[in-house]
């Protein structure tokens, strides 16, 4: 495991810049953490790390699941926090997402039967002003 400390947005991008060098189709990023955390901020980051072009990332809570074309693949963003039981997990496409694309998915738990064994967990915490990212499944 890995602990990384960002103080500010500039520190979480640059750790994004990180974890996206690293990803290619077929990862699966699990982000844990409390409403608010983070989650989404991380994950915009990323995907503008992997892009050529700033994009608009918005939060996909009430979408539950949006997608963006990278240049080096299709980036599958998942918020399964008001997915009620893993069936509806299969509605959503995650099947095909894990297995074509790369995948960021908030609020994993409910999918824990679907997820691969080989994925990043990122346990993020806030404590007063910072974040602490806890990291497992990677090299940074």
Same mark, same amino acid.
Request: no cysteine; aromatic share 14%; charged share 25%.
């Given at each position: 495991m890995v602990k990384f400390?960002?103080?500010?947005l500039q520190? /979480?991008?640059? =750790?994004?810049a990180k974890i996206a060098k690293q990803l290619q189709i077929g990862s699966c990023i699990c982000l844990v953490g409390d409403l608010g955390a983070g989650k989404t901020e991380l994950t915009r980051a990323i995907i503008n790390a992997l892009n050529n072009e700033p994009v608009t990332v918005a939060s996909p809570t009430y979408n539950?699941?949006? /997608?963006?074309? =990278?240049p080096q693949f299709?980036?599958?963003?998942?918020?399964?926090?008001?997915?009620?039981?893993?069936a509806e997990l299969y509605e959503i496409g995650i099947e095909d997402a894990l297995n074509t694309g790369v995948s960021i998915i908030?609020?994993?738990q409910i999918a824990a039967n679907l997820l691969p064994k080989n994925r990043?967990?990122?346990?993020i915490k806030t404590i007063n002003n910072t974040?602490?990212?806890?990291?497992t499944g990677i090299d940074l």
């Open positions: 400390i960002a103080n500010n520190q /979480t991008q640059n =750790l994004a539950i699941v949006l /997608t963006y074309d =990278l299709t980036l599958w963003h998942f918020d399964l926090y008001r997915i009620e039981a893993e908030e609020w994993p990043v967990d990122i346990n974040r602490e990212f806890e990291i």
